[in-house]
């Protein structure tokens, strides 16, 4: 029998590591602190819960979520089979019902006879062979031992969280169900005209925030900029971001508008809905004041509102490999939002590619890893490599080597074909799919 591994933490990364260990033969003792110990983010103590947003990104061929989805397939990851599951309509993105994706994830874990889950929260590094994947929200006592561990005071920013509404108290007067550039109709689209937006702009600028200290200001992560933030950069900021108006025509009208939120479904049933792109740290009461100023969410009840937290993260460069694995004799690997990838898509990789390490250094393999040409590979070189001035990196082709064509749009599908062709070509020669 294969030994036993200790996977701290069942977010994404955490519940892929342990399906990939648990398929290839190996025990799995799973620590979850939630829901004893809550976090600033959470609100259940399910496994794989989604926090930020209910969406995994573009499945489309010419984005680089979209090509990173093409790779994990072809490695074998089982989270994704499983949110397509559990898919709700969300154009070319793969947006799930949260409950029903992490209900799914538990059964799958606990389908295996060797799944052992430990409602426990991990105060001290545990012992080999084990994955580290407490995630951004690691509590403290764990995330001071790993500051130890690394030789370094961890690094971290700040990130935020987008409200949700009951569809049924949404001004349908005011809405349209519509895609960008009449592609599909799973947004609901909330149109603004000028003086509206103004208004908006001027009270979302001038309402009243959850205190933050000065250093904590300067660590708000660009990739998930809380919505009064961007409104300060300029009065259009908004319209060129998430507001953008571009492609979305009323069908009543026939015409455009000035700004356009967009709601996107949270839910199978279809009853609760994101303000997408509008992270907040407004207080409760603000939120309520001012996004209750969009027309169409005058009477909006809210489901959730927006916060902000603390995502903590590892200045991994030097202290992990490109495989995740800790330096040191001890089996331990990191995986998900600790290691410096940022996304839910990227966190499952990496979960993905500690575990497969893992195991394959117990059972006397050599470590592969995916090719430079990869989004996969060169997330994973970029976090064993990044130096100084070390940020979180989602899956972007910029990671890539360079290619040559006509235009952006070609480019971006060479960046495809090339990572496709590679990482099937990896996996056939590595065996590495279990």
Known sequence: MKETVVVAGGGLAG??????????????????????????????????????SNSLKSEAEETAS????AELDALGCRLLATARECRVPSGSALAVDREKFSAAVERELHSYPRFELVRDEVK????????????PLTSDALAARLAELAGAENLHFYDAIAPIVEFSSVDMTRAYFGGRYGRGDDYLNLPMERDEYRAFREALVSAETVVLKDFEKKELFEGCMPIEEIARRGEDAMRFGPLRPVGLCDPRTGKGAYAVVQLRRENIAGDCWNLVGFQTNLTFGEQKRVFGMIPALRDAEFVRYGVMHRNTYLNSAGRLNANFRFAGEDVLYAAGQLTGVEGYVESVMSGLIAAVSLARELSGEEPVLPPASTVTGALCRYVAAAGTGFQPMNANFGLLPPVTGAGKKERKKCYHDIAVRDIMKFVSETAFRH
């Not at 001290?124 to 995630?135: D, K, N, Y």
């Open 15 to 52: 519940c892929e590591a342990a399906l990939q260990l648990l398929s290839r033969g190996f025990g799995v003792k799973m620590y979850e602190m939630r829901p004893a110990v809550q976090t600033g983010a959470h609100s259940t103590g399910s496994l794989a819960e989604l926090v930020c």
């Open 66 to 69: 979209g090509t990173l989805k």
């Open 124 to 135: 001290e590094i545990p012992h080999g062979p084990a994955v580290i994947a407490t995630g």
